[in-house]
């Protein structure tokens, strides 16, 4: 069982060796800072998400998403001068689950995606990365109470905007600390 168990560790060594640290190791990515922001424990990383300025983003859930990415992106930092410009697309795909036999729809899964993309605010500007979150959500929608029905798809696109906000902050944190990892040493 020992062997099996130091077999498993062999994997991690070897990430280690090649220089691979998680966005939210303790001390050099670090967990969660107080903000919820994934830059963690690190000023510099922190100092790059707070320069990045989200465009804006169509619909209602988009000035929503525009909100907990700039929050997430602002963190503890507010005030830093811009040097990124995020610009965020999101699309919705609705598939229907659940019928009744009169032909009722019951059920709906919603599938979110944000595709993101990452520039340098400069002319010309430059991409630095870009990327996709996806997740999905269901939801019942009762007979004959419209109200509930409402407050249904209204809580599952809260519930979708906060969860891809979340992953395209995520995504950002990685690529600016991938860029700082390959600036050269000032």
Do not use: H, K
Request: glycine share 12%.
């Amino acid at each position: 069982m020992s062997s099996r168990r130091s077999l498993l560790g062999l994997p991690l060594l070897a990430l280690a060796g090649c220089g691979f640290q998680p966005v939210y190791a303790p001390g050099g990515g670090g967990a969660l800072s107080a903000s919820g922001s994934p830059a963690g424990g690190n000023p510099s990383l922190q100092r790059a998400m707070a320069s990045v300025r989200v465009g804006p983003i169509g619909e209602r859930y988009g000035q929503v998403m525009r909100r907990n990415l700039q929050r997430g992106l602002e963190g503890l930092e507010p005030g830093v001068q811009a040097r990124y410009l995020l610009d965020v697309n999101i699309a919705n795909t609705a598939e229907v689950l659940g019928y009744r036999t009169d032909g009722l729809i019951t059920r709906i899964r919603v599938i979110a995606t944000a595709n993101w993309v990452l520039t340098t605010i400069g002319n010309p500007p430059e991409a630095v990365d870009r990327g996709s979150a996806r997740t999905l959500d269901a939801v019942n929608l009762p007979d004959l109470q419209f109200f509930a029905a409402d407050a249904s798809l209204e809580d599952m696109n809260r519930r979708l905007v906060t969860e891809l906000s979340d992953r395209v902050v995520q995504g950002v944190a990685v690529a600016l600390r991938r860029r700082m990892a390959a600036a050269p040493a000032a």
